[in-house]
């Protein structure tokens, strides 16, 4: 149970870290949304994770969740199964971290491929809002 909450608070903890640093790529980069957070926040949760030594999954839904929340309270449209949604798939992309290490054996590799797949959701969910 403890692992469990502490997961959690570190991916909180991810979250806050990345949302000045989000914004202000956001406002230099037009399209940094789609590719270059994700790289951002991959990184930093499975960094995390990986140096407090905490379940690299759960930090990455303590993350989602800490999105989720910050979009409900500030209004963002669409709070509800989209943003819910969104944030079971940071949990996916922590298994796709954790899978990803075990058949690569490389934290590096790892993050790259999440952040890949992330981009790639970022694109389709970014294409789909501006249509």
Do not use: Y
Request: aromatic share 10%; proline share 2%.
């Amino acid at each position: 149970m403890v692992l469990w909450a502490l997961s959690l608070a570190v991916g909180l903890g991810a979250a806050l870290l990345c949302a000045p640093i989000n914004r202000f790529l956001a406002k230099c980069f037009h399209r940094a949304v789609v590719w270059l957070l994700p790289v951002v926040e991959e990184t930093v949760k499975t960094g995390a994770a990986v140096l407090l030594s905490v379940s690299v999954p759960l930090v990455h839904l303590g993350f989602g969740i800490a999105e989720l929340a910050f979009d409900v309270l500030t209004g963002k449209s669409g709070a509800s199964f989209g943003l819910v949604a969104a944030a079971a798939v940071h949990w996916v992309f922590g298994l796709v971290t954790v899978a990803m290490f075990q058949a690569l054996d490389s934290v590096v590799l790892a993050v790259l491929a999440a952040a890949t797949i992330h981009g790639l959701w970022n694109l389709i969910a970014w294409q789909g809002s501006n249509n």
